[in-house]
């Protein structure tokens, strides 16, 4: 199926970079938030990211604002029934993504491809929320933070997503450049099945005394040859999307070593989320 249009929901984080790669491939893209002047944020984050490439010369100036020109900031979720192709990008949490799910459902073209930008929540709760008829076009397009930069998409399909929704993402994924991977509908999927256990491991290690947050995160990063320690990269991805990952894998499997650690918990109950907010398990400038 041909993509023509497609419809961001949610201009944060994850959103505007989703919106700004499809943008970059020649797509008309509608970046959506209920709130206007969040919707035109997330454009100005994305005006700031490719004219920080045109300085560095690795953009012509005429591409970014053809790019740019692409995006269009929208309060109205009416908007959804001009996009082939509508991509969810919110909070990680079932009940606030499922509400977003219901509303569009509504609104959208019976032929649009729904893909959740979901990291850890099931693909099949995801797709109970619409219509019988739209599941088969219900899929998870998981990108990786910052998406720009990030070559990798993770493909989930639910139990009644068709061949023809997966061959049409994996289409388009390719025209940006990304890699595909596909995993089971399972808690977590495979990226951070393996790496919320890592990064809980190392929390508990400084909960005990281990060592220091840096001399932890020394020690993967010289040690293991990560390029971030793991108490820097939960900071980077944000200790609340890392406390809502880990208790989507503990209550889905159940074992001990998926529980989030109790200093996370006191960390985001205090509002230090990581990088966003200045502190985290490091101390960043604001």
Known sequence: MAIDTVFVAGAGL????????????????????????????G???????????????RLHADVRTAALARIEAVDDAARVSDADLVIEAVFEDADVK???????DGLALAHAIFASN??????????GAVSGPRRSRFVGMHFFSPVPVMPLVELIRGSATSDETEASIRALA?????????????PGFIVNRIL?????????????????????????RVGLNHPMGPLELADFIGLDVCLGIMRVLHDGIGQEH???????????EAGHLGQKTGRGFHTYPR
């Open 14 to 41: 994850m959103g505007h970079g989703i919106a700004q790669v499809h943008a970059a491939i020649g797509k008309r893209v509608l970046l959506y938030e209920p709130d206007l002047g969040r919707a035109e944020a």
């Open 43 to 57: 454009r100005d984050r994305i005006a700031g990211n490719l004219d920080r490439s045109v300085e560095k010369g």
């Open 98 to 104: 499922t509400d977003l799910w219901v509303r569009l």
């Open 118 to 127: 979901t990291s850890s929540i099931a693909i099949d709760r995801l797709a």
């Open 174 to 186: 390719a025209e940006m450049g990304k890699q595909v991977i596909v995993s089971a509908d399972r």
């Open 196 to 220: 919320m256990p890592l990064l809980a491991e190392a929390m508990r290690g400084l909960e005990e005394g281990l060592g220091t947050a840096k001399d932890i995160d020394t020690g993967a």
């Open 258 to 268: 998926f529980a989030p650690p109790r200093v996370l918990v006191e960390l985001v």
